[in-house]
C-alpha cells in the first residue's frame, strides 16, 4: 500500500533563513505524482507545489523548491526566505490512481510537519 | 473565479442525529473527492465522483456514511445516526479532471455531542 511519512512532527525557523521538510514515500508506481499543501491557523488546505515524478527537474515556485529523489522515493521541501506567512502545518501528499471501478484517485497524506517561524 | 465552498462551515449536532454536509465545487471542474480530517492528522480519503458517478467509496467507514452528486455539480454528504467518533474536519476537493490537482475547499467542522 502506497504511504506518505512525514518524519518531523515539528520544525521551526528564524525569519529569513531556509527551512527544509522532509517527506518519504513508498510506491511501486513508475509515475505519479507528489504535492506539498499548507494548512494555516485557519485551516484552509492550499497548494504549495506539485513534482510529476517523470520530470527529472525538480519543481519551483517562488520561495518554495522541492528535492526529488526518484530512486529514494523522497520529496523534501525547501523554503527560503521564510516568513511569519508560512508558519503553517505542511503536509506531503501522494496521489494514488486505481483502475478498478472505471478509474479513481485519492490523495494520501502524511500526518504532517508544523512550522514556526521565529521573528 | 469562486473556490470551492462548504456550507455550513460549523455544524454542532447531537448523537443520534442526521447531519448533510453539501460541497460546491469550482465551476467546471468534472471530479469531486470528499476527506476527513481528525485534529493533528492528514485528511483521509472518503469517496470519489466523476461527473455525477461516484466511482469509489472505499475509504467510507462504514454505512451510515454516503454521499451524492446527483447532477455532477454540487455533492452531499450525509451521515446518519452520527456518533461522537464521527467529529472531524470533513473537507470536499474539486479537480478540472482526473489526475489534475485538487482544490480543496474551506472544510464543515463538526462536533458531535
Known amino acids: 500500500a502506497q504511504t506518505v511519512t512525514q518524519s518531523q512532527p515539528e520544525m521551526s525557523v528564524q525569519e529569513a533563513e531556509t527551512v527544509t521538510l522532509s517527506c518519504t514515500y513508498d510506491t511501486s508506481e513508475s509515475d505519479y505524482y507528489l504535492f506539498w499543501y499548507k494548512q494555516p491557523p485557519s485551516r484552509q488546505m492550499i497548494l504549495v507545489i506539485r513534482q510529476e515524478a517523470y520530470k527529472q527537474q525538480n519543481a519551483t515556485e517562488n520561495r518554495f523548491s522541492v528535492n526529488f529523489q526518484k530512486a529514494a522515493k523522497s520529496f523534501s521541501l525547501k523554503i527560503s526566505d521564510s516568513q511569519l506567512g508560512d508558519a503553517a502545518m505542511y503536509f506531503c501528499?501522494?496521489?494514488?490512481?486505481?483502475?478498478?471501478?472505471?478509474?479513481?484517485?485519492?490523495?494520501?497524506f502524511g500526518k504532517g510537519t508544523k512550522l514556526t517561524v521565529n521573528p | 473565479g469562486a473556490g470551492v465552498s462548504q456550507s455550513p462551515r460549523y455544524k454542532v449536532t447531537k448523537r443520534g442525529q442526521d447531519v448533510a454536509l453539501r460541497c460546491d465545487p469550482i465551476?467546471?471542474?468534472?471530479?469531486l473527492y470528499w476527506y476527513r480530517q481528525a485534529l493533528g492528522q492528514g485528511p483521509e480519503f472518503l469517496t470519489y465522483?466523476?461527473?455525477?458517478?461516484?466511482?469509489?467509496k472505499s475509504g467510507l467507514p462504514n454505512d451510515r456514511f454516503s454521499a451524492e452528486r446527483p447532477e455532477g455539480s454540487i455533492s452531499t454528504l450525509t451521515i446518519q445516526r452520527t456518533e461522537q467518533r464521527d467529529s472531524a474536519m470533513y473537507r470536499c476537493a474539486s479537480s478540472l479532471y482526473g489526475g489534475e490537482t485538487q482544490y480543496f475547499g474551506p472544510g464543515t467542522r463538526l462536533l458531535v455531542l
Open positions: 465551476s467546471g471542474h468534472v471530479s
Open positions: 501528499a501522494y496521489r494514488l490512481y486505481t483502475l478498478t471501478q472505471g478509474g479513481s484517485e485519492k490523495l494520501v
Open positions: 465522483f466523476n461527473y455525477e458517478a461516484q466511482q469509489d
